[in-house]
């Protein structure tokens, strides 16, 4: 069924539509990892964006494009609640976790990260053995049954141990730029979540570190759902499973970022539903 023959109820709302047309572009048997409702943030009187509504599919890479200060990195901090540590902070909407609003009574914040792993735009290893950085967070929650083990699996997911294998002991921050980011990477599967968050993953980095590490997303894609935001649309159509662009709507003096369009990679960057995204991916503004 293509977007154009979803069969749409009158009297739905427009999140109700959005989210009908959303569901006719999602890939055939994909679980639903996160699905954001009219999700917002707000820092003290600036809303940094609003209204977003989109799902994040299992298995996927999903990246966010879009101009700086459009919310891109906002967002995927609302994925495992790193906006919490933001003091002036404020979250408006719903983030459904596998059906669970993680910014519900109750909920946990430290599982939440547990489960949803992050990788930020600066490598930042502890400035600890190449073995502590990745034992650290398995022994900071008590999962130090086989830890070695643990340790190995982890650089070898992040195709860092046969760099590494010899020199365990050895400074962290004694790596190149792209082997700290790949230990950084290490560092957030040693505990095994499920989603890893990646914000500019290889901004930093020259051309080959950042080829290797767009060739581990393919990997580790195949378990674990990946999320993640760039300036680079190339990087984003080289990795990306399926794209949402972001922008920024101006109003009384305000500029508030907003979700302009979702779809799968190949469409968003070829054949654009908005003429905003065909603007920013042409090149013609941004």
């Known amino acids: 069924m293509s977007r154009d023959e979803v069969t749409i109820p009158i009297d739905m709302g427009p999140v109700e539509i959005a989210r009908e047309e959303r569901k006719a572009s999602a890939p055939v048997q994909r679980e639903v990892v996160f699905d954001l409702r009219d999700l917002g943030v ?4 600036t809303t ?10 299992q298995n996927l890479i999903t990246a966010m494009i879009g101009p700086s200060g459009c919310g891109k990195s906002t967002v995927i901090r609302c994925l495992n609640r790193m906006n919490d540590l933001v003091p002036t902070a ?13 910014y519900g009574d109750g909920v946990d914040p430290v599982e939440v990260r547990r489960r949803i792993g992050m990788v930020f735009q600066r490598a930042n290893p502890f400035p600890k053995s190449i073995y502590d950085n990745v034992a650290w967070g398995p022994r900071v929650l008590g999962m130090k049954k086989n830890l070695d083990e643990r340790v190995e699996k982890a650089l070898r997911g992040a195709a860092l141990w046969d760099e590494v294998k010899d020199r365990l002991k050895k400074s962290g921050l004694s790596l190149s730029g792209g082997q700290q ?3 950084c990477i290490a560092r957030a599967i040693a505990i095994e979540p499920e989603v890893l968050l990646l914000d500019e993953p ?9 080829a290797a590490i767009e ?21 984003a159509a080289r990795v990306a499973d399926r794209t949402a662009f972001f922008s920024l709507e101006v109003g009384q003096g305000k500029r508030t ?4 369009e979702y779809d799968s990679t190949d469409k968003l960057f070829t054949n654009p539903t908005d003429k905003r995204t065909e603007d920013y991916v042409t090149g013609r503004f941004g």
């Open 42 to 45: 707000r820092y003290g009187t």
């Open 48 to 57: 940094a964006v609003s209204g977003v509504n989109f799902e994040i599919y």
């Open 90 to 102: 404020k979250i408006d909407g719903e983030v459904h976790y596998h059906g669970q609003d993680i």
């Open 181 to 183: 980011q790949r230990l």
């Open 202 to 210: 290889a901004s930093a980095l020259d051309p080959i570190a950042t």
């Open 215 to 235: 060739d581990l997303m393919h990997d580790l894609k195949q378990e674990y759902t990946i999320v993640i935001v760039t300036h680079n649309m190339q990087q």
């Open 257 to 260: 970022g907003v979700l302009v």
